[in-house]
């Protein structure tokens, strides 16, 4: 696979994020999908104010589009002053959807999508993502650690760039939506810009970014793509192994990558050249569906912490080992879970403040904090066999920030009442 490096006039060991912009939301299952209709006031109103068109005419336009190839659909901001923003149904989100289908067919397993860090079905999506953006308009590269960069840049405007995108990895057994959804959305809106001529009038560069690893499964070394362009990865991590023993650098290097520790530093985006950051994301969670909004603005994300933690016993037999004189791990460790779930559900039972945290500190723990134990494994795992020892990896996220949730009119009326208008 051919790894296009970018020119050293624009240096595309660009920018990394100086305002990060977040979005989560629930996807509803009919044809309508509401959700993507309102992340296109978020996408659209950070592209430029001149990438939304309005009309007069709105009833003309509508009937206009009937026989178009590209048929549209009004987002309704502003209609009560007979504006309407056309915005070409058949890519928002007909294609749209249609991209994330294919896309989630993209998969190392016949039974589930799994699509892993250089693994055989994300080398297979690279030119599907590449081609995608360049149908949009944009220049295409990968760079040195398999992220996929689409970029646009106008004739005249800020040198500092917004980027968007998300992850093209996946967990075992995703959902389609998961990450795809970040990278379709761009380049969807990118390609309505292209379509109606407008692309050259962005007042700052946009690059699309499809990072090649997020979620970790293959290395269990998470961020692998987005580090690297952060300058946060050390170089040590490309001599992490996984399960088969190939390091990070061997399977980039199968896959015709020749990353070296002096061009994973090249990776580094210069923070003073990026205007900022958005990612639409599903919501990986049931809340949105709970409280009835389709779209969250995302305040704080989760931070994560794997602990692996051993429990050792006594390896004994079953049937003639007396209960008073057992060593059993498994039981212990399953205290051990029930402990980790109280603590979760009541920190304020089990925690207490130092120096370094207060009652608030606390309080926000109460509200965010979420603990599971995610894998469990025994030795020799045979039902007539106490287990010698347990080993199993805890996996604790904690997040101290929130999402604000919101509906179509509180979301989308600050937009047109600020960067939203046509100019």
């Not at 299952?29 to 993507?36: E, G, V």
């Not at 915005?87 to 039974?111: C, F, K, N, P, W």
């Not at 985006?269 to 639409?280: L, R």
């Not at 723990?365 to 990896?393: F, K, M």
């Amino acid at each position: 696979m051919a790894v296009p490096h970018p020119s050293s006039s624009s240096s595309r060991s660009h920018p990394f994020l100086s305002h990060v912009y977040h979005t989560s939301f629930h996807h509803h299952h009919h044809h309508n999908h509401p959700s993507l209709v309102l992340f296109w006031c978020l996408v659209f109103s950070l592209l430029s104010p001149l990438a939304l068109s309005s009309s007069s005419s709105s009833s003309s336009s509508s009937s206009d589009s009937s026989s178009s190839s590209s048929s549209h659909i009004s987002l309704g901001i502003g209609e009560t002053e007979g504006t309407k923003h056309d915005l070409h149904q058949a890519i928002l989100r007909d294609e749209a959807v249609a991209r994330l289908h294919e896309l989630g067919q993209v998969s190392d397993a016949a039974t589930h999508l799994e699509r892993t860090f250089m693994s055989p079905a994300s080398i297979r999506a690279i030119p599907l993502i590449r081609g995608w953006m360049e149908d949009a308009g944009l220049s295409t590269w990968v760079d040195y650690m398999g992220n996929v960069h689409g970029r646009v840049e106008p004739k005249n405007g800020s040198s500092q760039a917004l980027l968007i995108g998300s992850h093209m990895d996946t967990v075992i057994d995703a959902g389609k939506y998961d990450g795809s959804l970040g990278i379709i959305s761009a380049i969807s809106a990118l390609k309505v810009l292209k379509i109606d001529g407008r692309l050259g009038e962005l007042k700052r560069p946009v690059e699309v970014i499809a990072f090649s690893d997020e979620e970790g499964v293959r290395f269990q070394s998470t961020f692998l793509g987005s580090a690297a362009l952060a300058g946060i990865m050390p170089v040590s991590r490309l001599e992490v192994t996984d399960k088969s023993g190939i390091s990070v650098q061997d399977a980039l290097k199968e896959n015709s990558i020749d990353i070296t520790d002096e061009n994973l530093m090249q990776l580094k985006y210069d923070p003073a050249s990026v205007w900022g950051y958005v990612e639409v994301h599903i919501e990986q969670g049931p809340v949105l569906e709970w409280v009835g909004y389709p779209l969250g603005v995302v305040k704080g994300i989760a931070g994560q912490t794997r602990l692996k933690v051993t429990v050792k016993g006594s390896q004994g037999h079953a049937g003639t080992v007396p209960m008073s004189m057992r060593q059993d791990p498994m039981t212990g460790a399953a205290e051990l879970i029930v402990l980790l779930e109280s603590v979760c559900k009541n920190p304020k039972d089990y925690l207490s403040c130092n120096v370094q945290c207060n009652e608030d500190t606390v309080e926000s723990l109460a509200n965010s904090l979420v603990c599971t134990v995610g894998e469990i494994s025994t030795w020799p795992s045979a039902s007539n066999v106490i287990p010698g020892q347990d080993a199993r990896l805890f996996s604790m996220t904690y997040q101290l920030g929130c999402t604000r949730y919101v509906t179509k009119d509180r979301f989308c009326a600050p937009l047109n009442e600020s960067t939203m208008q046509t100019q």
